[in-house]
């Protein structure tokens, strides 16, 4: 109830701050009898992982996942599962320098107002550090979803600083460090050389999507799979802006061209982006986030310290210059999450029916 | 967890469909000793009531609520209250041609999936009119938040389907009806005005913001403010885009230029749209809204049938053909039902403390 | 999160007081489809209904049960079931004296305390009347697992005051006002009547079981299905004491006695309760339930009034001399409530698979 | 959901199995600000670990609790605390024998129809082991609780199978291994040694109390305080019944002898328990607890295997002659979790207010 928690059904309760022994989760209500194992988890964290190109922090983090409960003979008991990462790679001393002092753009401010206590090694619990173990649980319903439906999920960035990403195809999005589904990133190379020069930072636009999503996932009135898509993805550190489908460029649309029309052979189009009142409608599921700045640059900015005095900050340490090159991995982990409780919500209300993706055809109804 | 409750302390329970005999709520957990009667929740049910203009749907309904329990000689007692609104005009034999047919851009295909049942009248219970309750219930919810902290709320258009509408002043808000901020609103009703002839109907955003917040809102990691805020909004019937602050223009932002600088006076600049870290910062919370234009129109659509076999719908009835029209009082409710679940939520873990928003300063921490 | 909703996925909030306009409740997570009509709400309610015999209150309420949403065409919808009975025959005069002043063993002085404020009227939201709601709840969910398992449900009072009352048969039960399971109630009515006349009143023992219920209901660590069903049971008005099974004999019992030994034809005993680890084993639940005497009584007792000061109380107003004698339907309803909430648990988390109580033998794993 | 939760506003999320290499738990909700360390916590760990006398099994667990975060410069932060305790004394080749075959009273036989898979070492996640989480857990709870109210717990045992145990005084208890309240313990050790010598066990009545607890705590309708607490205590592995105040004796109690009277200088007599209405009197909280013997007997006892057939079964391992013997800090813990969420529930709801326990006199009202 105080924010650690996600999900309602699969919950993922998150623990831990950047520089602390360890940083983890626990995963309760994975349904019993799936296999599993740290080798299906690591590929995501490692996709996350800090240090691995010249564009990301250096910090330099293992992230080896153990998994502490909840696997018999490699396979899930339906008890909790405790995953943990050890943190490795703390230099808290980088942050003496603003202990006193209120970093803009970040939430030493508002942690230190609501807690009277602040932790500023690395920004303590409010650290991008935080969205591993997130990660690694997506990691377990990625699995999950994907042994029951054929579920998959897949990323990439559509925009970074002031370049828009063409769309070019799936296959290049590994090959590059940006997430980027371009063959050529060189232009995106030099424009974060160019940034790291001046100790600036940039926004980055991304794309996430779901393939073979059952339909029917959605509880309406309030928790819409949209509504917890949205939840899911503006809780991510630095964004600032949610899409579903059309999104913002529904507003300038007409009724006669909005709605996806329905044939025998499936919907025409997609500016739903697989969701109509609430609920899943068999469609890929289509999500954009826009992503801030990172916020930790060393042009140095006015601030105040805790006593309220006029100061100047620079922020020293090992940062991303672009949060929203790590954050692909992360936004699937989150969609996947999403999907996955809702899954199960509407197994426990509705059965265990699941129509499959596809053509429209008349269906079998709920079984109740 | 069928996802018809809104919060987590402050929670509204919503129920009713639209060609039912009453739709409401509940709202348990209301702070006791609060004077509240109808007169505090009808005004903001008559912003949003139907049949007010030539631009929104003409179903006349007074939307007259009663309050059945949880106040005691005119003050609130602590136990539920249960809000009333019957229905009383209802025409369910308009949907008599639709009961076999899905809508484009409508919940009807999924509710029919999910459930294996679907009422067709009016939507039942995927009908905008659900939005009553909640509008209801976030009246109560400003009202012990402008008790308690002088925190406001007010909502604008800023867009109407391809037209933009410039900021003048709050002041013209109420005077027109599309809750558009300028004083001449003759080139929005002309646009309208031609859709409806053409049977068809457009999108809007919208603009809400809240004042005087306190310092110290919202429950990282995961629910942060500014998620539940997506959260809400996007689980608005026919939301399709939320920003929070500078939104999407932030990625082509840079971080020397994004982040709000803090000055002994206060912030400079407000990108973050009054939440960091998702906290909230004691500034205005700024949310913007991308709506997509109404499903029901008469401009013939292709679609299917129950048995799957192709058809064509026209969707008679009485429609809105702008919804973000009647949405800003909605939006408005939401947010407030937001700030009014993480303030008690804040008051749960770190007590009875708020911060008060204004020049930043030094502050009492909290007392734990 | 105020307490006034039980369950975590067949959720029910209920609303009102003894002498407001109406009380009721919202269900939100019945399964869709479900033939469902006040006709199968409306004799649990007459079961527990007051001013049915001389032995209890003589308010005459109706309870006459209206459905306000979430069924259409005489089937659940899977939307939310709003219930409605109005109160009609208060008479709040009869409660003026005791505005100022606190009954013993009632409700009035913490209630005062917590919330400020208090609702003398017929106990306002502490009376008894709200369990009305509760019982017509249970009937939904009664008849859920007869379609799905052919769970079903009964209760008995086991003692009243001094006297035990032996179990000749369950079908005594319905033949007398006490739901005693004896053909001869005169001992019975004799002691009532003496307790009348002293303008006293009595406790009672109840048991409550359920029959056919599917091997596998519960979730432990913390929420299993005997935790679950103490809860409830305690959260009865008047209840102090629960037990499963054995109850407290099994402190003076050793394991080699206490234990059910397993045999291919089933369990031997059931000391258990029907409860292993927190899991239903598929015999029958059985609970126990100790009552303790109505607060209000005729009978002089010392108090003090909202200013501290010492007086002396008396309780006039319409009262059940033994709160225990409608305790049975309602115990039924709770137990039933639990059980609705655990099979939809089971079902989320472990799938459509119930395996059918009867002889132990090997059965199907679930499949996850 | 899974049930691995316990509590709404301060959330203890247990994992771990009895053989795998840690237990734990997280902690959500903790206020900010409280010194805490490992020192805070050990204390009730060891009053409840293993091995510490011959009447209690001989596996030998140090229980050294981690903290792993939460926790900055020796104050809590107001994130999750998660809190570890590796195993060390595993013998999982102990229970190879079983591992086919459902022990009488165990959760063998449940958890492998629920789950289709079983840990049979140690009995996995059914083992009582994961009380130690609760412990810690709950002795966090003590120490807040402690300091904002002056709210402290204790507990005894008033009976071991079939010898009652007077209650001479509560300095005896932390003299003998039994946590009982009186001087002389010979009876109690030649009893147990009797047991053991035949390889049986027995059952064990407890008593635990809460001293200074603030007013006003608990959420009616249905999670009320005593709800809560019957919902911790039948939760407890072994537990069969629990009592608040006077219990079962209030069957046959009168009403006009069992309602405490109210006078100036305090409550006349605790029948309540603590508890009127489901809200807290100031009062001390009385729970008493059933519990029975130990399943895990060396009496061999008739059971069927996993395919059905009819076998015999007889536990080795190192068992608890009577888990009762180490129940009571769990159950002190439990009640300490349970006032913890509720003293944060109130505060949520009605603002900081406490009112102090002492003589009953005109106190302020809730502020709201």
Avoid at 11 to 31: K, L, M, Q
Avoid at 93 to 121: E, L, M, N, S
């Amino acid at each position: 109830m105080s924010g650690n928690t996600f999900g309602t059904l699969f919950c993922v309760t998150n623990f831990g701050e950047s520089h602390g022994p360890a940083i983890g989760c626990v995963i309760d209500g994975c349904p019993p009898g799936m296999p599993l194992s740290e080798a299906d988890i690591q590929p995501d964290l490692d996709r996350r992982r800090p240090g691995t190109s010249k564009f990301v922090t250096q910090r330099n983090e293992p992230d080896q996942v153990q998994i502490l409960s909840g696997v018999y003979q490699g396979k899930t008991t339906g008890t909790p599962i405790c995953l943990l990462i050890h943190n490795t790679d703390q230099r808290s001393k980088d942050y003496g320098d603003i202990v006193q002092t209120f970093r803009p753009g970040h939430a030493d401010y508002t942690y230190w107002h609501k807690y009277g206590i602040r932790d500023p090694r690395g920004g303590g619990r409010s650290s991008a550090r935080l969205t591993a173990p997130t990660v690694a649980a997506g990691a377990v319903a990625k699995k999950w979803l994907k042994e029951k439906y054929g579920t998959t999920f897949r990323g990439c960035m559509t925009a970074i600083g002031q370049i828009d990403i063409p769309f070019e195809s799936w296959d290049h999005v590994p090959n590059n460090p940006f997430f980027a589904p371009v063959a050529d990133v060189s232009a995106l190379e030099a424009y974060m050389a160019e940034l790291r020069k001046r100790g600036d930072s940039c926004g980055a636009r991304l794309r996430v999507t779901a393939q073979n999503v059952p339909v029917g996932l959605g509880q309406p009135l309030y928790d819409k799979l949209d509504a917890d898509i949205a939840y899911a993805m503006m809780g991510l550190n630095a964004v600032k802006g949610v899409e579903i489908g059309a999104g913002f460029a529904s507003v300038a649309d007409t009724g006669s061209t909005h709605g996806d029309a329905l044939t025998p052979q499936g919907f025409v189009g997609n500016k739903a982006g697989g969701v109509l009142g609430g609920i899943s409608t068999g469609q890929d599921i289509e999500v954009t986030l826009a992503i801030k700045p990172t916020s930790s640059i060393l042009v140095p900015r006015p601030s105040i310290d805790t006593q309220g005095q006029p100061t100047e900050v620079i922020t020293k340490g090992r940062h991303d210059p672009c949060v929203g090159i790590r954050a692909t991995p992360i936004a699937e982990a989150l969609l996947a999450l999403v999907l996955m409780d809702h899954a199960l919500r509407h197994r426990a209300q509705c059965g265990d029916v699941a129509v499959a993706p596809g053509p429209i055809a008349a269906s079998a109804p709920c079984n109740g």
